[in-house]
């Protein structure tokens, strides 16, 4: 018969085992296992079974061997991890993609009725149609408002009705017609509610991001840095291309009002002493744009040009004088 461990060495082993995950793993999700059943968590485990590891356990417990085991080894980084451990929630080490792994994780779910007190974590519609009930049951509806009618001998509910709103406590009534009718309105599993990564700590939101949203991001911030850059005129690889096109500006302007003058000023003087030149400068373009254009009028002309009846298509054979045969 094996002997059954204490409490103490029960906790021992625990420290030693997140010890060595905190040292193997440097991504780990934090979830919240709030109405989540054993044989629901054994399944996600399996799941997951490869390259990453579900870890459950009180909040007291792993944030003490983390702050034991940062001091030990002077990762300091896992200390972030501990302002997460807030409520009914576990931790998943993981090697793979955070973003698999989520998705992952987010497959086991399993629905569950409407349980008396309870928070509904989303709103609960009950649809129109035929419940089954025998008239006797009409009481049920008629507490909670909801428009019926006898169908046949059955009880058959008129309009959609809004059971309960997400974020109220479920009543006995609300969960007695619930399970009356069969309907299971909520599903619960994991849910990730933060992801520390390397010593940093992010939204799961961003786990959603793609290569688009990411250059899109970037390209705001590159636009804003070189917007501040200019503003307080400090050179930057993003500014210096508006610094040297601004200071050109300044000195043709310069050029423009005064003797001083340089190649690129003399072409702009020359236009602007003789503006016919601009319209000489841009018939070239004109004709560029609307040249193709005569041309195809043309060959369309052609096309529809009637073709020349010649004495052979009216039916006529000479002999050179016009003379028919």
């Known amino acids: 018969m094996a002997i059954k461990a204490s409490k103490a060495e029960k906790k021992v082993f625990y420290d030693q085992k997140l010890c060595k995950l905190l040292d193997e793993y440097s991504q780990i ?22 390259d990453s590891i579900v870890l459950m356990g009180k909040n007291t417990m792993m944030k003490r061997t983390i702050r034991i085991h940062a001091d030990r080894t002077g990762n300091n980084v896992l200390l972030n991890l501990i302002p997460l451990l807030v409520g009914n929630v576990g931790l998943i080490f993981t090697k793979g993609d955070l973003k698999e792994v989520s998705e992952e994780v987010a497959k086991y779910k399993v629905g569950a009725p409407a349980r008396v007190g309870l928070v509904a974590p989303i709103d609960v519609i009950v649809p129109p149609g035929n419940t089954g009930l025998d008239p006797s049951q009409t009481s049920f509806f008629q507490v909670l408002n909801i428009p019926t009618k006898i169908n046949k001998g059955t009880v058959e509910i008129i309009t959609p009705v809004e059971l309960i709103k997400k974020g109220d406590k479920v009543g006995s009534s609300e969960a007695a017609l619930l399970a009356k009718l069969g309907i299971r309105p909520f599903s619960y599993g994991l849910v990730v509610l933060s992801v520390y990564d390397n010593g940093s700590v992010f939204s799961p939101e961003v786990l959603d991001l793609t290569d688009e949203d990411l250059i899109e991001k970037f390209a705001t911030g590159v636009s804003m840095a070189t917007a501040f850059a200019l503003a307080i005129s400090y050179p930057t690889v993003a500014a210096a291309p508006h610094m040297f096109i601004n200071a050109y500006k300044n000195v043709l302007a310069v050029a423009i009002e005064t003797e001083y003058s340089f190649p690129q000023a003399d072409k702009v003087k020359e236009y602007l002493a003789d503006p016919s030149k601009f319209a000489v400068a841009a018939a070239p373009v004109a004709a560029a744009d609307s040249g193709p254009a005569p041309a195809a009028a043309k060959e369309e002309e052609k096309k529809e040009e009637p073709a020349e009846e010649s004495d052979d298509d009216m039916g006529f054979s000479g002999d050179g004088d016009g003379d028919p045969l």
């Not at 979830?31 to 799941?47: E, H, M, P, T």
């Open 29 to 50: 999700l934090i979830v919240a296992a709030d109405n989540v059943g054993s044989n629901q968590l054994q399944n996600i485990r399996k799941g997951l079974r490869g």
